[in-house]
């Protein structure tokens, strides 16, 4: 018999709408409890409830209670795969933490929904049942977390919400889908070039994230040279661009030895230094810019957060990075 642990976080997957103010909120019980009988008779299926949290009051320190769970579920060695139901508005972000620091011995698989159950339309059963399916398949191993969404499987490296309230939100720009559930069927036809991990027990640090916009100057960087802050993310311009009146904020921060990481605010696309103009990618780079290609400004944030935890230099976090 085959044994899935299934761990319940909270969100809209597990709320219900309040028939008369059309309010969602959630309910006593999650309405998923009384769905087992979907799945075949010769599987198991473990409900833990680790948290009821709506998704904007999740922290690291939930993403690492998470993680802890994961990690001895994976030493108990009697389950075939994980799926974590959570809700959409940081369920990537969740995801990518998982994925940088859980070493598990079986297929990690992240879902939610973006209707209430008791919604018509409502998306979260069938998101559970594609996503139990995917941790079944042996397929899934070795391709890194997944997050399962509107039966299209994403990693959880480059998968992002796109849409406030469509079903067929979650989307990986640039490279697409890593496969498909189609009925009962799962299909991949990518995989991860490579993986990567980097375990830790505890969290200590401080990175903050900005977003670059036309005419930014020196304020918010020089409140951040004034705080106890660890570590900077930035959404730049284009493939990684500031406008110059950043810049005597960005070296206060950069001579006070806080990493400084560029990845792009552009929908698509990589941060890169390709510009030598004043503030331009190769300007930022020559001051002692770290990028990230690749990476969305939330997922850098968490990387950075991981990696000054290793006690690295900042030489050793660019090469994290350009991983």
Same mark, same amino acid.
């Given at each position: 018999m085959k044994r899935i642990l299934l761990i319940h976080t909270g969100g809209t997957i597990s709320m219900s709408t309040d028939q008369r103010t059309g309010a969602v909120k959630p309910t006593d019980e999650h309405p998923l409890h009384q769905y087992g009988h979907l799945f075949e008779e010769n599987l198991e299926i473990i409900e833990e409830d680790i948290f009821q949290l709506p998704s904007p009051h999740v922290t690291p320190a939930e993403m690492l209670l998470i993680q802890k769970r994961l990690m001895t579920a994976g030493e108990e060695g009697i389950y075939?795969?994980? =799926?974590? !139901?959570?809700?959409?508005?940081?369920?990537?972000? /969740?995801?990518?933490?998982?994925? %940088?620091?859980?070493? @598990?011995?079986?297929?990690?698989?992240?879902?939610?929904?973006?209707?209430?159950?008791?919604?018509?339309?409502?998306?979260?059963?069938?998101?559970?049942?594609?996503?139990?399916?995917?941790?079944?398949?042996?397929?899934?191993?070795?391709?890194?977390?997944?997050?399962?969404?509107?039966?299209?499987?994403?990693?959880?490296?480059?998968?992002?919400?796109?849409?406030?309230?469509?079903?067929?939100?979650?989307?990986?720009?640039?490279?697409?889908?890593?496969?498909?559930?189609?009925?009962?069927?799962?299909?991949?036809?990518?995989?991860? =070039?490579? !993986?990567?991990?980097?375990?830790?027990?505890?969290? /200590?640090?401080?990175?903050?994230? %900005?977003?670059?916009? @036309?005419?930014?100057?020196?304020?918010?960087?020089?409140?951040?040279?004034d705080s106890s802050v660890d570590g900077v993310v930035i959404e730049a311009l284009g493939a990684g661009n500031l406008p110059p009146q950043t810049l005597p904020g960005l070296k206060r921060l950069l001579e006070a030895d806080i990493p400084i990481v560029i990845v792009s605010r552009a929908f698509n696309g990589i941060a890169q230094d390709i510009y030598a103009y004043t503030g331009g990618g190769k300007h930022l780079k020559e001051l002692g810019v770290l990028f990230a290609p690749g990476l969305s400004g939330p997922k850098a944030r968490l990387k950075l957060l991981i990696l000054l935890e290793h006690n690295l230099t900042h030489k050793e976090i660019q090469d994290k990075f350009l991983k």
């Open positions: 075939d795969g994980a =799926v974590l !139901t959570h809700g959409t508005d940081t369920l990537e972000e /969740t995801a990518y933490f998982l994925d %940088l620091t859980t070493e @598990a011995p079986f297929p990690i698989v992240l879902t939610g929904a973006m209707r209430t159950v008791d919604e018509i339309g409502s998306d979260g059963v069938r998101n559970l049942q594609n996503a139990i399916w995917t941790a079944l398949s042996e397929d899934a191993f070795d391709k890194g977390v997944l997050v399962v969404m509107n039966e299209e499987i994403h990693t959880a490296r480059y998968v992002t919400k796109t849409h406030t309230t469509n079903v067929a939100t979650f989307r990986t720009p640039t490279f697409g889908p890593i496969g498909i559930v189609s009925k009962h069927e799962v299909r991949f036809f990518q995989k991860l =070039v490579f !993986t990567e991990t980097y375990p830790v027990d505890k969290l /200590t640090k401080k990175v903050t994230l %900005l977003k670059a916009y @036309a005419g930014m100057d020196s304020t918010l960087f020089d409140a951040l040279a």
